[in-house]
């Protein structure tokens, strides 16, 4: 008995069963408690329903005799209704409660308890009210046979007809008596009884039906593959992986069944693949690229991998500080002590003397072992032979200090710049002496500062590609300038992309070039003296004969013509004006220039080179060929230094005419010329001037270009004219090259490039 009932207790079907039947029991009860109630309800409402509207037609049948004070109608009326079956009682009374007709002739004039017969409702107001509900007028009670019935008062109010000469009710009285009609019920009672007992029966039958199917169906389709299930649990617990669990193809247990069978073919292929990983955990162990040691809380060696094997050979039960250093007690500052207290892991680096006398360094990590209840039984120890890291990290140390100090000791200033930002990162020694800012002032700084307002935008641009940039004007301490190459390589600093500016200061040099270049225009006006001379006396001599003429008429009171007159102050005044256009030309040219790069016509600057030649030209019995391109396109030039390149070939080209003549003997007016020849290319605008001189000797053709060679007689030359002709065609992004004439004599040749049409605003501006 005791093994049944904790069988039903424990047991899941008997739980489920027991759970379900209890729930169905108490739905069905429930459902028949209410559903019995709800039926005697809706009966005994109907019944009232239609007994109040029997009450209403008995009194509407009544009215019409009550108007004509008809008493044998009345009597006759209730009497004739009361024959009808279910009808016990039919009452009228006053309102005093005396019964004045009735279906029974013994109760006429009888007088009521008004409370026993439900008329106190409208008494307890004076007067007697006449709104009344339905519930309030009914009332249920025993009759003396013992069955129930239902009785149901209707009020019998004071109509304006009962007020007339025929009546003697004053029109204040608005009850005049009521109607009492009483009904069995004994037959409604037993019809709910009968309704009752079926019901309850169907409940049970319900019950019982659904009891027996939950019973069978839980032994049936719960019991039974639960039990398969267990038993194809057990065999997997058993390590019986591949057991079949038969218990059908249904949904939810069959569904669970063939997930069991999956999870016990899972587990199989786990446990298969766990014992891989444990052999290949175990391979790793002993095949990883560092020392692993297992110790116990007395540091002896419990486990430990191939390579610490190798390295130290150990034996078992040895102490680690022994098979580490060959030490006879632990170490001071022991990490495996430290892990054995606390139970963290703990790591650091230690040195010793290996087994070849080097010296070695490790870097190991601590980690404890603990049991299933979570005490530390022993700790594990994994060192890293890190000797030749440290050794590179000596070497490294070295080489930065190596290279910091090349980098502190370049002759130029050089910064590290933020490649976005442009802030300064690091800057040499070198740097605060040429800018004139401390160190710690300049490493707040940022770079593009350093430039003027107009070229910030282009030179922060150019940075950026990587662009070498001359003659860039940098702003200073105190608001000094200095003028600087620029080179700028991209790099990397601490992780971060930056610049590597390195800075030449070119000040002194850019004044020395002006200097030079001032003194070869004062020796190309010097050269040009006699030309310029020739070509003043000219507008002179017009200006002497136009005076001449006029003073002498004057003498001899003599007067001129107006038409004469005219024309003599016309060419005075043309002349003046040709005198001054020289003077002018020749101030211009001699005057110290600054750089000014500006969009430039070439044949326009040709031009102007030979208004001061052409005169000079002819007295030597030179002639000037030209060949000019009208559609030149604009380059980017500085007028005034390209006239000084185009003076020096000019003047280069008639030596060498005149020293042929001087080697020769002769001179050959007709076959001596200097041609100049513009030309354009899809992107460059070329300049060739011919000349029928000696030519360019083939040892000095390397040499040209060079400060202070010159093939000329001591004292007629400085060799600085084509020096300076080479680096102003550079500074113009120009090219200039020199070589032997076709037909003799020697070709100077210019190439510039086309201004880009992107480029057509651009106005680039370096001031010395």
């Not at 005697?40 to 108007?67: E, P, W």
């Not at 009735?102 to 026993?116: G, Q, R």
């Not at 095949?287 to 297992?294: E, G």
């Not at 003549?661 to 050959?668: A, L, M, P, V």
């Amino acid at each position: 008995m005791n093994d049944f009932i904790k069988y039903l207790r424990h047991s899941l079907v008997s739980k489920l069963i027991i759970s379900v039947g209890l729930t169905v029991i108490l739905s069905i009860s429930a459902w028949t408690y209410f559903n019995i109630n709800n039926i005697k309800t809706q009966i005994i409402k109907n019944l009232i329903a239609s007994t109040d509207r029997l009450t209403n037609s008995i009194k509407l049948g009544t009215h019409y005799a009550m108007m004509l004070n008809s008493r044998d109608d009345i009597t006759q009326i209730i009497n004739n209704i009361a024959t009808q079956p279910e009808i016990e009682i039919i009452r009228i009374y006053n309102k005093e409660g005396q019964i004045k007709f009735t279906n029974h002739s013994e109760e006429i004039d009888k007088m009521v308890d008004i409370k026993e017969v439900a008329c106190d409702i409208c008494h307890k107001q004076a007067p007697p009210s006449a709104q009344i509900t339905l519930q309030q007028r009914t009332r249920f009670f025993q009759s003396e046979k013992g069955h129930r019935l239902l009785g149901i008062i209707q009020p019998i109010c004071n109509e304006p007809n009962c007020t007339t000469e025929c009546h003697f009710h004053p029109e204040y009285q608005k009850i005049l008596g009521a109607l009492d009609v009483v009904v069995s019920l004994e037959r409604v009672d037993r019809q709910i009884l009968n309704i009752e007992k079926g019901i309850i029966k169907l409940a049970l039958f319900t019950i019982l039906i659904t009891s027996v199917i939950i019973f069978f169906s839980s032994l049936q389709f719960v019991k039974k593959p639960i039990s398969k299930l267990i038993e194809g649990t057990r065999k997997i617990a058993e390590g019986k992986y591949d057991e079949d669990i038969d218990i059908g193809k249904d949904y939810e247990i069959g569904l669970l069944g063939s997930a069991i069978k999956k999870m016990g073919a899972q587990i199989g292929r786990d446990q298969a693949e766990l014992k891989k990983q444990k052999d290949e955990y175990q391979s790793l162990f002993e095949t990883v690229p560092c020392m692993i040691t297992v110790q116990d809380k007395k540091y002896r060696l419990l486990r430990w991998n191939k390579l610490f094997n190798d390295r130290f050979d150990p034996e078992h039960g040895s102490h680690c500080y022994h098979a580490y250093k060959g030490l006879e007690e632990k170490c001071g500052d022991c990490p495996v002590e430290k892990t054995f207290v606390d139970g963290k892991s703990h790591y650091g680096e230690a040195e010793g003397m290996g087994r070849d006398g080097e010296k070695n360094h490790w870097m190991f990590i601590t980690s404890p072992v603990t049991d299933a209840d979570g005490n530390i039984v022993a700790a594990m120890e994994m060192s890293i032979d890190i000797t030749p890291k440290r050794r590179l990290e000596k070497e490294l140390q070295q080489s930065e200090e190596n290279y910091r100090a090349i980098f502190n000791n370049i002759s130029n200033p050089v910064f590290v710049v933020d490649i976005q930002t442009f802030e300064i990162l690091d800057c040499n020694i070198r740097a605060p002496e040429v800018y004139g800012y401390s160190r710690k002032v300049l490493l707040k700084k940022i770079f593009s500062d350093f430039f003027i307002q107009e070229e910030k935008t282009k030179l922060i641009k150019k940075m950026k590609l990587g662009q070498e940039t001359n003659k860039i004007k940098h702003c200073i301490r105190n608001d000094h300038f200095i003028y600087v190459d620029m080179w700028v390589s991209p790099s990397k600093y601490s992780d971060r992309k930056v610049l590597l500016v390195t800075i030449n200061d070119i000040t002194q040099r850019l004044e020395t070039e002006q200097h030079l270049i001032h003194a070869s225009k004062m020796a190309t006006l010097g050269e040009m003296s006699t030309g310029i001379a020739h070509e003043l006396n000219q507008p002179l001599s017009v200006i002497k004969s136009s005076s001449s003429f006029c003073m002498k008429k004057i003498r001899k009171k003599e007067a001129i013509k107006d038409d004469i007159f005219l024309k003599l102050i016309s060419k005075v005044d043309n002349n003046v004006d040709r005198a001054e256009k020289i003077i002018n030309h020749m101030r211009q040219f001699a005057r110290k220039s600054e750089i000014k790069l500006v969009r430039t016509d070439v044949n326009n600057v040709l031009q102007r080179t030979f208004e001061m030649f052409n005169q000079q030209l002819k007295i030597h019995g030179i002639d000037v060929i030209w060949d000019r391109n009208g559609a030149l396109p604009e380059i980017l030039a500085d007028p005034d230094r390209l006239e000084q390149v185009f003076i020096n070939l000019v003047i280069n080209a008639k030596d060498a005419i005149e020293e042929k003549w001087g080697n020769q003997g002769e001179r050959r007016e007709d076959n001596d010329r200097i041609t100049i020849i513009t030309r354009a290319t899809d992107d460059m605008v070329i300049i060739e001037i011919h000349d029928t001189g000696t030519g360019i000797q083939k040892e000095a053709a390397d040499k040209l270009f060079e400060p202070f060679f010159t093939t000329k007689e001591v004292g007629k030359g400085t060799g600085l004219g084509l020096s300076i002709s080479y680096g102003i065609v550079k500074e113009c992004s120009g090219v200039i090259q020199a070589a032997p004439g076709k037909q003799g004599g020697a070709v100077f040749m210019m190439s510039f490039p086309v201004i880009d049409e992107l480029e057509d605003d651009l106005v680039y501006e370096n001031q010395v």
